[in-house]
């Protein structure tokens, strides 16, 4: 036992002979068992040798009147039973020796374990202060927060200065409705009725990104239904991704691409399908000869996928890495002239637009000739490609529409450097760095229809004082 007290001031070798104290008790617990089980074995036996003592004692006078020979073997199983005695108390005898051992044992690990329970006080009084410092360090954390809370107060302050401007500009686009927005008592129950229709529907929106593509392509797709007349116009037709998604829908295509080798690749594409015209014009207000600026990426990793999506008849400002470096000159067409001509149907019931900041000329170059929807590509005078030399700013192409009788528009808009999107009706106010698709109507019927599937595929758009 002295040898035991040093290693018990160490905790580990504590609990160590901890474990091995279980194991003993274990075992002490085992051998009782045994024990007790040997005692009602032995008791089992004595009754056992009794009553076949007793037996013995009958069969013996039986046999010695009858078998004298049966003598000798009876008392040879005496003496084995009494040998099987002789050892049953052997066993005993044991037992009890192994017991006291056991007893003894016990005795001093009762004694050892009053040795460790001043090491057990040692170590609460240990815990005891490592809580104590842990709770003056919550303290000066919670001071140094305190500190910061302080600081952040400070830099709301400095940060207020950015909300009253938001503030001022909110005001400004205020003034600027009841400027130029007098809604007249048939005007406001139209948007009431549109109010009802919208909210009064239920839909189900299905996205699958490996089918459907950009947004305002869909919304052409779902309108076809709701059209007086199948035929499409795709200005600006390019590689012809609009035009393929028209054709799939059921619209007969008229597209229109001026740059030769784009066209040649949108004819290998599309030539053979019978509802597809390719015509190589460029769209405008009249018929001329004008030069179509032909972009180049500058960039290091090019960046830029396709520079010929940025062809344009205009040299606006373009995004960084990008420049107009080479012209060719292309045939320009009105609509009104091919309209005149025969070239393109006078019936048709869609317009797509996508001009690079040439829309609103080709929309001065309908004439006197309408559609039921018109699309047209618009940019905020501070996004980067309509900074300057743009046609197609929506304070200019609404009321150019307005004036044609397209009493309804709805503006699908994107934040420069953003993915998100959302739309608003029947504004000619465009958000800084914003740009996207507005779409005329001259039916309310066919916009409340592409009121309601705006509202149930994407976040609207409200102004609010």
Not at 94 to 107: C, H, P, V, Y
Not at 169 to 194: A, C, H, M, P, Y
Request: proline content about 3%; glycine content about 4%; overall charge negative.
């Amino acid at each position: 036992m002295k040898s035991l007290k040093p290693l018990l001031r160490n905790n580990q070798l504590a609990i160590k002979y901890l474990t091995i104290k279980n194991i003993i008790l274990e075992k002490l617990n085992a051998i009782i068992h045994i024990t007790q089980h040997s005692e009602e074995q032995t008791k089992q036996k004595f009754q056992e040798i009794q009553e076949t003592n007793d037996l013995i004692c009958v069969n013996s006078q039986l046999i010695l009147e009858n078998q004298v020979f049966l003598l000798k073997s009876s008392i040879e199983t005496v003496d084995a039973l009494r040998q099987s005695m002789i050892k049953s108390e052997s066993i005993l005898n044991e037992l009890r020796k192994s017991i006291g051992s056991i007893a003894d044992e016990s005795l001093r690990t009762h004694q050892a374990i009053k040795h460790i329970y001043p090491l057990v006080d040692e170590s609460h009084n240990e815990l005891r202060q490592s809580i104590r410092s842990i709770a003056d360090e919550s303290l000066r954390t919670h001071l140094a927060i305190n500190q910061i809370s302080q600081l952040v107060g400070e830099n709301n302050k400095a940060a207020e200065k950015p909300y009253q401007e938001l503030a001022n500009i909110r005001q400004e686009v205020t003034e600027f409705k009841q400027e130029n927005l007098t809604l007249s008592n048939d005007t406001k129950l139209l948007l009431g009725q549109i109010y009802d229709d919208v909210h009064n529907q239920k839909f189900k929106l299905v996205t699958d990104p490996s089918h459907f593509q950009e947004i305002e392509i869909e919304l052409m797709v779902y309108l076809y239904s709701y059209l007086p007349d199948r035929r499409a116009i795709d200005v600006g037709a390019n590689r012809g991704d609009v035009s393929v998604r028209l054709l799939q829908t059921g619209y007969e295509v008229y597209a229109f691409e001026p740059f030769p080798p784009v066209l040649q690749k949108l004819k290998e594409r599309l030539g053979n399908n019978t509802n597809f015209h390719a015509l190589s014009y460029a769209l405008g207000a009249v018929n001329e000869t004008r030069d179509l600026h032909l972009a180049v990426d500058q960039t290091e990793d090019k960046i830029y996928d396709d520079t010929t999506f940025y062809s344009s008849l205009t040299p606006h400002s373009l995004a960084e890495g990008l420049i107009f470096k080479q012209v060719i000159p292309v045939t320009v067409k009105s609509l009104a002239s091919l309209h005149e001509t025969g070239e393109v149907p006078c019936q048709v019931g869609l317009v797509k637009i996508d001009a690079e900041g040439f829309d609103l000329e080709v929309i001065k170059g309908m004439g006197d000739f309408r559609y039921p929807v018109v699309l047209a590509e618009f940019w905020d005078p501070s996004f980067p490609f309509g900074k300057d030399g743009a046609m197609n700013y929506l304070r200019d192409m609404v009321p150019a529409m307005q004036q044609r009788g397209y009493s309804w528009h709805i503006t699908i808009y994107r934040i420069w450097g953003r993915h998100d999107i959302s739309y608003y009706c029947n504004s000619m106010y465009s958000f800084d760095n914003s740009w996207g698709n507005v779409i005329f109507f001259q039916d309310y019927e066919i916009f409340s229809e592409a009121l309601k599937w705006c509202n149930a595929t994407m976040p609207a758009t409200y102004f609010a004082v």
